[in-house]
Nanobody, 122 residues
Framework: QVHLVESGGGSVQAGESLTLSCATS?????MAWFRQAPGKEREAVAG??????IEYYADSVKGRFTISQDGAKVDMKMDNLNPGDTAMYYC????????????????????WGQGTQVTVSS
């Protein structure tokens, strides 16, 4: 059983930065950050394909968020935050390769963390 533990959430002002970290007990092939705001569906934010060191980003965060992997930890640095980024952020992991894998599809991930709250005030 793989365990994911997120950290780094908090409350900040618009324009400030936060770095989220996700520590995994397994060997990831794909890892990603999703977020879910109240009343909204869970959406993909950023992803990382370990074997190829490939990064994926949602259009809404390109140029502001940066995902990186360091061993069994995946960080996501979030710059220039705005109130629209307020949500619960979840780390997700898939440990095996999959043909047709979609980094932004929650169903393609096997393991999830408990989430860490990010609140951005204007």
């Amino acid at each position: 059983q793989v365990h994911l533990v997120e950290s780094g959430g908090g409350s900040v002002q618009a324009g400030e930065s936060l770095t989220l970290s996700c520590a995994t007990s397994g060997a990831p092939t794909y890892m990603a950050w999703f977020r879910q705001a109240p009343g909204k569906e869970r959406e993909a934010v950023a992803g990382f394909y370990s074997p190829g060191s490939i990064e994926y980003y949602a259009d809404s965060v390109k140029g502001r968020f940066t995902i990186s992997q360091d061993g069994a930890k995946v960080d996501m640095k979030m710059d220039n935050l705005n109130p629209g980024d307020t949500a619960m952020y979840y780390c997700a992991q898939r440990s095996s390769f999959k043909w047709g894998f979609r980094w932004d599809f929650p169903g393609d991930y096997d393991y999830w963390g408990q989430g860490t709250q990010v609140t951005v005030s204007s």
